[in-house]
């Protein structure tokens, strides 16, 4: 149901455009948001000096390659001490997951649609919105 159009709706000429309601989320495709602003969830699976094994959640068929760009990247960081840009692995021209099969165990509880990406969604239309 639509609501009747306000005087600010017909001053705007907003009067005749119905209310359009947010569609749900049905893909990742164009957004990469989850992947932006969080830091580098990668960031546990890096080799600490004087730990004899890897973190727990560190695939054990993680490749060699991206230990060592790991391990380059972070050089002793923690998660959190990490730049809060966007994670390592997120890649910007694809606005995916370079190595998606391998991702860290937040990555893989974040609920494509849930109220987490549906928050962050909501941010960047009104961040965008002019």
């Not at 907003?14 to 992947?35: K, Q």
């Not at 890096?46 to 060699?64: K, M, T, V």
């Not at 860290?104 to 919105?129: F, H, K, N, V």
């Amino acid at each position: 149901m639509l609501d009747s159009p306000t005087n600010d709706d017909v001053s705007n000429g907003l009067a005749d455009r119905p209310e359009l309601s947010i569609l749900p989320v049905e893909t990742c495709d164009g957004c990469g948001l989850c992947c932006q602003g969080i830091g580098s969830p990668v960031a546990i699976y890096a080799s600490r000096p004087g730990l004899p094994d890897p973190h727990p959640s560190r695939p054990p068929d993680l490749p060699a390659e991206l230990i060592r760009e790991i391990n380059d990247h972070f050089s002793g960081l923690f998660r959190g001490q990490e730049p809060q840009d966007a994670c390592l692995w997120f890649d910007r021209a694809t606005l995916r997951c370079r190595h998606y099969e391998y991702r860290p165990p937040i990555c893989r509880e974040y609920q494509l649609g849930g109220s987490e990406c549906q928050r962050r969604r909501a941010e960047e239309r009104a961040r965008t919105d002019c």
